[in-house]
C-alpha cells in the first residue's frame, strides 16, 4: 500500500482546507495526534484547545452562526460528554462534522474503555447524527470527503468513526 | 430589593448596539435580551445549558471586526465552568461575557446556585486567564461595562449581582432554524455588503 494512502492525517487536513473549514475544536487522543498537529500549523484554521467535548458542539454552532465551518475532533469517550449539546444541532439545523478516534473496539485492553466504545455509534444515531464507521486505512480519507462534503452542503451533523483497526489498540506495555 | 435590576441593566448594556452581537444564555438572561428588544443579531438559547460562553468563542473567533457579548446566568456558566478555561486560551479580544448573578436557578423555582455559597465566577474567571473580570453590585457602576464590550480588550467577564426577582415572560422566537438563519441572513448579508 502506498505511503499517501497510509497517511490519512495529511489527506484529512487536505480535506479540511479543501472545504474551508475555519475553525477546529479538539479534546487530544493519540490516536488525533497527526491531525491536530497538521490543523495547529495552519494559519487558515483556529485551532481550540476543549477541556472536554461538548464545548466543541456549542463552538461550532457559534462558528456557524458567525459564517465558519467547524470540526471536532475526539475519542469515542467524549461522544457521551456531548449527548445533552447535539440536541441544539438538530434543533438549529447547524452543520458539524465530528471526527472520532474508536476506543473499546478492537483489541482494547483497558475494560473502562469498553462501554463508550461500543454505544458511541449508537448514541450519535440516537442524536440523529449520520455516521461513517471506517475500519480500513485507505477508507479514512474518502469517508471524511464524503461527511464533509454532507455536512457543510447538506447541513448535517456528521461523524466519521475511526477503528481501532485502523489506529491501533493501546497496550499499556514499557 | 438588594441587587441590580436585571432589565435595566441589559436594556443599557445593548441601547444604541453597534456591531454587536449578542448570545443569550437560556431562561432570564434570553428573557432580559428580548425585553430590551428582539434583534436579529440576538441568538437566543432556549437549551444546551452550559453553552452560551463556547457559542460565544466561536461566533468572536468567525467575526473578529465584531463585538460578541454572552449575557448569561450564573446557573448556566457554572454548567459551562471549563469552557472559561478555553477561551482564555483563544484569548479573543472581542469576547465579553455578561454574568447576571441572582444566585438562584430562576426557571426551576429559584432554588440557590453556587454563587449563593460564596462562588465568585468573576475570581474563576481571572485565575482561568481572562484579561479582565469584573464584580458590580450596583446599576451606576454597571454603567462602565458597556463601553467595555467595544474596547476589544478581552476576553472579559463582568458578574452583576442582580436581584432574585421573577418578572413578566418576555418570550423571543423559539424556534432554533429560525434564530440561526435571521441571525446569519442579518450577518452575512451586511458583510457582503461591505
Redesign the interface.
Request: glycine share 18%; charged share 10%; aromatic share 8%.
Given at each position: 500500500m502506498s505511503t499517501t494512502l497510509v497517511d490519512w492525517p495529511t489527506r484529512v487536513h487536505a480535506t479540511l482546507q479543501a472545504a474551508a473549514v475555519r475553525q477546529v475544536g479538539f479534546v487530544p487522543d493519540a490516536g488525533l495526534t497527526e491531525l491536530i498537529e497538521h490543523c495547529q500549523t495552519d494559519p487558515g484554521i483556529s485551532d481550540v484547545l476543549l477541556a472536554t467535548e461538548e464545548e466543541g458542539v456549542a463552538l461550532a454552532i457559534g462558528a456557524w452562526l458567525g459564517g465558519d465551518r467547524a470540526a471536532l475532533l475526539m475519542q469515542s469517550s467524549g461522544v457521551g460528554n456531548c449527548i445533552n449539546a447535539f440536541a441544539a444541532l438538530r434543533t438549529c439545523r447547524v452543520p458539524l462534522l465530528m471526527i472520532v478516534t474508536m476506543r473499546g473496539d478492537w483489541g482494547e485492553t483497558n475494560p473502562w474503555q469498553i462501554p463508550l466504545g461500543q454505544s458511541a455509534q449508537r448514541h450519535l444515531e440516537l442524536a440523529d447524527i449520520i455516521t461513517h464507521k471506517v475500519s480500513a486505512v485507505e477508507d479514512v480519507a474518502p469517508a471524511v470527503g464524503a461527511a464533509t462534503q454532507m455536512a457543510f452542503e447538506s447541513s448535517e451533523a456528521v461523524a466519521v468513526l475511526i477503528s481501532q483497526r485502523v489506529i491501533g489498540a493501546k497496550t499499556f506495555e514499557g | 430589593m438588594a441587587g441590580i435590576s436585571r432589565r435595566q441593566a441589559v436594556a443599557k448594556l445593548l441601547k444604541g448596539r453597534s456591531r454587536l452581537?449578542v448570545?443569550a444564555g437560556l431562561g432570564a438572561p434570553a428573557w432580559d435580551c428580548a425585553a430590551a428588544g428582539d434583534h436579529d443579531l440576538n441568538?437566543y438559547?432556549?437549551?444546551?445549558?452550559?453553552?452560551?460562553?463556547?457559542?460565544?468563542?466561536?461566533?468572536?473567533?468567525?467575526?473578529p471586526s465584531y463585538s460578541v457579548v454572552v449575557v448569561t446566568g450564573d446557573g448556566e456558566m457554572l454548567m459551562?465552568l471549563?469552557?472559561l478555561?478555553?477561551i482564555a486560551?483563544?484569548a479573543p479580544r472581542n469576547l465579553t461575557i455578561v454574568v447576571l448573578d441572582n444566585e438562584r436557578y430562576g426557571e426551576t423555582g429559584m432554588q440557590q446556585t453556587h454563587t449563593a455559597h460564596g462562588a465568585d465566577l468573576a475570581r474563576i474567571a481571572d485565575g482561568a486567564g481572562f484579561s479582565w473580570t469584573t464584580r458590580v453590585e450596583n446599576l451606576k457602576d454597571a454603567d462602565v461595562i458597556g463601553p467595555k464590550l467595544h474596547e476589544s480588550q478581552g476576553p472579559g467577564l463582568a458578574v452583576l449581582k442582580v436581584a432574585a426577582e421573577k418578572l413578566p415572560l418576555v418570550l423571543p422566537p423559539r424556534d432554533?432554524?429560525l434564530?440561526?438563519d435571521r441571525?446569519?441572513q442579518a450577518?452575512?448579508e451586511r458583510?457582503a455588503e461591505r
Open positions: - | 452581537l448570545v441568538f438559547l432556549w437549551g444546551g445549558m452550559g453553552s452560551a460562553a463556547m457559542v460565544g468563542l466561536g461566533l468572536a473567533l468567525a467575526q459551562g471549563s469552557s478555561a478555553t486560551v483563544m432554533g432554524a434564530l440561526k441571525f446569519r450577518l452575512l458583510e
